[in-house]
């Protein structure tokens, strides 16, 4: 089996390294066990059900453990061969043959790239009743009270339901729902970032701005600039 090869492999020396699905052989083969790791962000939730005592931080590009290294999605191995050259080469090494392939080499987190929304709701009726009461609300002022109704829950049911089912307070999801429709509109709209704070429900800019930056590593503006398709104002 793959595992079984990468584990005799790494026991004999060599650095075990994989991006994406592959890092699953490495954490099957127990290199990961008890250490941090990465794999891409859409296989976060299988990957830590499956291997609960590896140290899963799916918002990194890229770890380097010494004996093994591992990479985010798909397109993460050339992060991943870049840093192979930058350590047994040189970086300068590396900083050329990036620019000879016309890549980035300053990608450190995948948090740009993220759904905030990909969360389960672990067969709650009502928890997915509540989700999808904000995602159809999230424009307007939100109280945790009208949340609750619309699952027929009270509020500290709610709160404890909602917790244990998505690994979020309701009004965490809230705000990764309003930054997630911030994301389209900055992607494909051409309005003003702080026309689309007022879209997405926050009276203040401010706290629009610094939310979005927690939440995707980038500012408004940085974010539609890699990822805008209009290049609309900022």
């Known amino acids: 089996a793959p595992a079984s090869w990468v584990g005799r ?20 083969a127990g290199i990961l066990r008890g250490r941090p790791a990465t794999t891409h962000w859409g ?15 799916p918002d990194r590009m890229l770890v380097d453990g010494g004996d093994y ?18 350590r ?5 090494a590396a900083l050329s043959c990036a620019r000879t392939l016309l890549l980035d ?8 790239y993220m759904s905030l929304l990909s969360l389960p709701s672990a067969g709650d009726e009502a928890v997915a009743a509540a989700r999808r009461w904000m995602e159809d609300n999230y424009a307007r002022p939100v109280r945790i ?7 027929h829950l009270t509020g500290r049911t709610l709160l404890r339901r909602f917790r244990r089912a998505v690994g979020r307070t309701p009004a965490q999801y809230l705000q990764a729902v309003r930054i997630e429709r911030a994301k389209r509109l900055l992607e494909t709209g051409g309005e003003s970032t702080g026309e689309i704070s007022s879209m997405v429900g926050y009276a ?9 930056r927690e939440l995707t590593g980038l500012s408004p503006g940085a974010y539609r600039r890699r990822f805008g398709l209009s290049g609309g104002p900022e």
């Open 105 to 112: 080499p300053g990608r450190i987190r995948q948090t740009p």
């Open 88 to 92: 047994h080469v040189s970086p300068e």
């Open 204 to 212: 203040d800019a401010t706290a629009f701005f610094k939310a979005f």
């Open 43 to 57: 296989l976060a939730q299988a990957f830590a059900a499956r291997y609960p005592d590896v140290a899963l931080e």
């Open 69 to 86: 290294i591992c990479a985010g999605g798909v397109t993460a191995y050339f992060d991943l061969a870049l840093h192979l050259v930058a």
């Open 9 to 28: 492999a790494h026991a004999s020396g060599a650095v075990a390294c994989g991006a994406c699905a592959g890092v699953f052989f490495l954490a099957e």
């Open 145 to 151: 009270g009208e949340v609750a109704a619309a699952a």
